[in-house]
């Protein structure tokens, strides 16, 4: 296939992380032009026809069937996920979709049997399974590093959409049903452990509604009540990898400020402390007794990424994908396999027993 071919986007969902996030940092992919948007809200397309100088529509049938692109970009809000990626595979089109894809194993099956139907490349948020950190991370756990892994935990957790974002638009829709710190959080950090660790076998939770009521801090809906108390905010998941491995995930809307590490990897030889620096994004803890070696590693990484990662850096990827005849890096297979997870979270939680996971990655 050629490899200078301009590959021609289209971006569905015109909200905060759109403009300020990937119509930002298109640019920096000379293989990839934005041009046209959608949004069911004509004046957010309109806003964006203005600012980026491309075609807007208000309806994606009427883009899709009448604007010339190769890849749909689902950027829109959660609860939208499902239908508008499937208009998109049905029509032949390239897609990537911001998490969570759907909202059941069952919708993740249907888009994943549609992309094959149509014979195109669907990658699917997030994007953690490109960052060179989790990357070298898995490579060395892999190498056998840590030896056997006995705990895995992640922190995905923030005080809400409300609280820490400057929003243009009113985040209340975090909190109605099809949304919530599950699908906006928690699939970031059950992501990451299962990209590194492998599918997990079985699922358990504590969950409560931690804070009721909540006021927007900021933006145009600084001083907004919002009825929060719809879906639970605070979760603490555990994880059964099989085999002595476990794993935990602290995710919500209710952790206003960390300095926790966002990461942690134990095993029989040591662990990995992701520590957020930039230059050394990891820690490594080595205990070799047969060198009598036991202390904290400063790695020096050995050779520069292939590649420069950031946020569009899905794009890039799913662009040498088609162009390679290959799976995205972030596969709908694995997502599918998190949304296993968290369909099964809110049952544990509320009946307390473990639950078994039936997909794998």
Known sequence: MDKKKIWKIAIVGCGDIAEHTYMAQMPRNTRAEVVACCDIKPERAAHFKEKFGIRAYADVDDLLANEDFDIMMDTASIQAHYGLNMKALKAGKHLYSQKPIGVTVEEATNMIEAAKASNVKFA??????????????????????????????????????????YRVNDPSWFYEPGAGAIYDLGVHALHTVTGILGPAKAVSCM????????????????????????LYDNYLIHLDFGGGTIGDVLTGFCMKATTAPSLEIYGEYGAIIFTG?????????????????RGWLEQYPQERPPQEFYQCSCIADLIDAIEEDRAPAITPEHARHVIDIMCNVDQCAADGTVHKLNTVF
């Open 207 to 230: 969950a409560t509604i931690s804070e009721p009521n909540r006021v927007v801090r900021s933006g145009n809906f600084n001083g907004k009540p919002i009825d929060s108390g719809k």
């Open 277 to 293: 620096e930039w230059k050394n994004p990891f820690k490594i803890y080595i205990d070799e007794p047969d060198r009598k070696i």
């Open 124 to 165: 699917a948020s997030p994007i953690h399974m490109l960052r060179p950190d989790i990357r070298e991370a898995k490579r060395l756990i892999a190498q056998g590093i840590l030896g056997k892994i006995s705990i895995i935990r992640a922190i995905a957790a923030h005080g809400g959409p409300e609280y820490f974002q």
